[in-house]
């Protein structure tokens, strides 16, 4: 089993920045992908980043140019920067990592509120 721990949301006005980050940590052989989801009121679950163990990146468009992904394999955290947060980028927001086998993990979620 994989614990995921995400922490960082909360408040913030828009046009404000907050970080989240996500520790894995339990019976972790190889991590391959780690990212995070969001899932506003009433819609379903997308992708906002996810990145490789290679260090690739994968962006939702929406987010291009304000969020940054990153991750410190030696910790197995994952971490993502909002900058110019906007009053739609309120949800919650969900870590996932998927590991070699292709077996993957869920956090519990973590909301974070943009005001306008």
């Known amino acids: 089993q994989v614990q995921l721990v995400e922490s960082g949301g909360g408040l913030v006005q828009a046009g404000g920045s907050l970080g989240l980050s996500c520790a894995a940590s339990?019976?972790?052989?190889?991590?391959?992908?780690m990212g995070w989801y969001r899932q506003a009121p009433g819609k379903q679950r997308e992708l906002v980043a996810r990145?490789?163990?290679?260090?690739?990146?994968e962006y939702a468009d929406s987010v291009k140019g304000r969020f940054t992904i990153s991750r410190d394999n030696a910790k197995n955290t994952v971490y993502l920067q909002m900058n110019s947060l906007k009053p739609e980028d309120t949800a919650v927001y969900y870590c996932?990592?998927?590991?070699?086998?292709?077996?993957?993990?869920w956090g519990k979620g973590t909301l974070v509120t943009v005001s306008s």
């Open positions: 339990g019976s972790i052989f190889s991590i391959n992908v």
């Open positions: 996932r990592v998927v590991t070699a086998a292709g077996v993957y993990y």
């Open positions: 990145i490789i163990s290679g260090g690739s990146t």
